[in-house]
């Protein structure tokens, strides 16, 4: 859907404090299930062993099947019983991410539609300005002199997030 040039939203405080609440709340009891939070280095994450979608089967197949039918092949570190339960968690952790996700992208698009609103609105106000600076035109060489450079700053590729990534 392309950008909407008409809108013109805000949140309500009400809204906010129901956002936050419901996002604080959901970073809690993560913590909760998890224990100690964990906060892995960009290292960390790349070093550590996960599943990807070629090994996805064989995981499904070992925890689902293979551990039930041959207990006797079960290492001596880690249960069946933990492993289905590190599984279901995971599989409960991918579905709420879809839904993070989700959540990230809306608001990001309504960010991004937002800024182009506001940009057109700076580059409108800084236009007039140059046209009317040397008219005698109230405040048109102090919207200028506060305006003028913005053409020379670095275009920002998107909102002042950081990028999210989803698996």
Not at 24 to 37: F, H
Request: hydrophobic content about 35%.
């Amino acid at each position: 859907m392309p950008v909407n040039e008409n809108l013109d939203v805000n949140y309500s405080a009400a809204q906010k404090a129901i956002i936050e609440s419901a996002l604080i709340s959901a970073k809690t009891e993560t913590e909760n299930v998890i224990g100690s939070p964990l906060n892995l280095s960009d290292e960390e994450r790349g070093d550590t062993p996960s599943v990807d979608e070629q090994r996805e089967s064989y995981v499904i197949d070992a925890i689902v099947n293979l551990g039930n039918q041959y207990p006797n092949l079960l290492g001596p570190e880690i249960t069946l019983a933990r492993a289905q339960n590190l599984w279901q968690f995971r599989q409960t952790s991918k579905e709420l991410l879809a839904r993070a996700y989700a959540y990230i992208d809306l608001v990001e698009d309504a960010m991004i539609n937002a800024e182009t609103i506001c940009l057109k609105f700076t580059q409108d106000m800084r236009g007039n300005a140059e046209r009317y600076k040397d008219r005698n035109v109230p405040g048109a060489d102090v919207v200028w002199d506060r305006l003028k450079d913005m053409h020379t700053v670095t275009s920002n590729p998107g909102p002042g997030i950081p990028p999210v990534t989803p698996p």
